[in-house]
């Protein structure tokens, strides 16, 4: 049995480092944060990695790269109490990883083409562009004129990656889609509760919501992906291709 492969060990191991960064979080313990923050994403990509890497494509490696970046931005984050000029840092980072993740979601939906869950998907995308928009007239009133501009890209990027997660519906698995879409929203309220606390109302749940939110948000994509990739069918679909 391969570890770095296995999923129960994998999703075991980033639950309890995820787990102790909370704790971590709700305590103001930095040397908890300091250490396993970062361990989070290193768990997810190098499970990503080992179990996807004999059928790597570019699907694989824009999640990858989102992975990496969304590493960038909580080290960035970890240290915004030091210089909030890491906020920004951090705020790049995960624009970017946002941008990844939404190309690879929009590679499976051109892939397949057309499909009957287009309208399903349209409705829902319109009401995710909704929230995005309110909450963000919401939001700017409140931020520093400085940085509006980047907060407003980063709300675009973050509600598209929620839209393309959307339009996979009839283009993969079920449970793939499932898996990716439900990350997606989950990564669009850790954003919200993050801006929330920090812009408009200090929120008591903070220190362990966002972080509760994001976790859980960043295993489902990966997970989603993987199912996607390593389905026995779409692995003889990209074999057939590159023949």
Not at 78 to 83: G, I, L, P, R, T
Not at 87 to 108: P, R, V
Request: charged residues 10%; positive net charge.
């Amino acid at each position: 049995m391969d570890l770095r492969k296995h999923t129960t060990f994998n999703l075991g191991l980033y639950a309890a480092v995820s787990l102790v960064t909370i704790v971590g979080e709700v305590t103001n313990t930095h040397g908890l944060v300091y250490v396993c923050k970062p361990l989070m994403m290193v768990v997810l990509s190098s499970w990503f990695y080992f179990t996807s890497r004999r059928v790597g494509d570019r699907f694989t490696l824009l999640v990858q790269a989102g992975l990496l970046f969304s590493l960038i931005g909580d080290v960035a984050l970890m240290f915004q109490h030091v210089d909030e000029f890491n906020f920004l840092i951090g705020l790049g980072a995960f624009l970017i990883a946002q941008l990844c993740y939404s190309i690879a979601f929009l590679l499976n939906v051109l892939d397949a083409g057309r499909s009957r869950g287009d309208l399903i998907s349209s409705a829902i995308a319109v009401l995710i562009i909704a929230y995005g928009y309110f909450f963000a007239t919401r939001l700017l009133p409140k931020v520093d004129e400085t940085i509006a501009i980047p907060i407003t890209i980063y709300a675009v990027a973050i509600c598209a990656m929620g839209v393309a997660a959307m339009f996979r519906l009839g283009r993969t698995f079920l449970r793939s889609f499932i898996l990716v879409f439900a990350g997606a929203l989950l990564f669009i309220l850790s954003d919200s509760l993050l801006a929330t606390n920090r812009f408009l109302t200090p929120l008591a749940h903070a220190p362990w919501s966002v972080m509760l939110t994001y976790a859980i948000a960043q295993a489902l994509i990966v997970w989603g992906a993987l199912v996607h990739v390593l389905d026995p069918g779409e692995i003889r679909r990209k074999a057939a291709l590159s023949t």
